[in-house]
């Protein structure tokens, strides 16, 4: 298992993938942690899919390894336990509940806030559990909490 943290060369546009751990440790815990090339994410195998995303919540750092997933309008999402925000498993969205003031029978609906965590690809070889780190050049809200002082996990230098 590569979980040295090791930063990649600032001049590759690309990550390397990083072997996290084994599909069938994963099957058994249903989420793990890795330090992906100095970035901490979190990585769900949640009815028969992997998502990976970064560890701390956009909102306010909050530990998403500790959260649970629940689905909202049929999207499952990890809500932060700290306070609640939804984040879809597939795509990063933060998700709120909105109504219409001006129709109090109105029933509430389920929307979109826009992408706010980052999303990592997993892959899986030979039974290994495989994260690569998003390209995406859009600043996303998690990237704030996703280095520096916010990180989970502190390497001596």
């Given at each position: 298992m590569d979980l040295d943290g090791s930063e990649q060369d600032?001049?590759?546009?690309?990550?390397?993938?990083?072997?996290?751990?084994?599909?069938?440790?994963?099957?058994?815990?249903?989420?793990?942690?890795?330090?992906?090339?100095?970035?901490?994410?979190?990585?769900?195998?949640?009815?028969?899919?992997?998502?990976?995303?970064?560890?701390?919540?956009?909102?306010?750092?909050g530990p998403l390894h500790l959260g649970e997933i629940e689905d909202f309008d049929g999207r499952p999402c990890i809500v932060c336990p700290w306070h609640k925000y939804k984040i879809t498993l597939a795509t990063g969205e933060g998700l709120y509940q909105s109504i219409d003031p001006k129709d109090p029978s109105a029933k509430p609906k389920w929307c979109s806030k826009g992408i706010k965590q980052r999303i990592h690809k997993v892959t899986v070889d030979n039974g290994n559990i495989y994260v690569t780190l998003s390209t995406e050049s859009f600043k996303c809200d998690s990237d704030f909490y996703a280095t520096g002082d916010f990180k989970v996990i502190k390497f001596s230098s």
């Open positions: 600032p001049e590759m546009k690309e990550y390397s993938s990083v072997c996290v751990g084994r599909e069938v440790d994963m099957k058994k815990s249903e989420r793990m942690t890795a330090v992906v090339h100095d970035r901490e994410v979190v990585i769900f195998y949640h009815k028969g899919e992997y998502h990976a995303m970064d560890i701390r919540c956009y909102h306010s750092g």
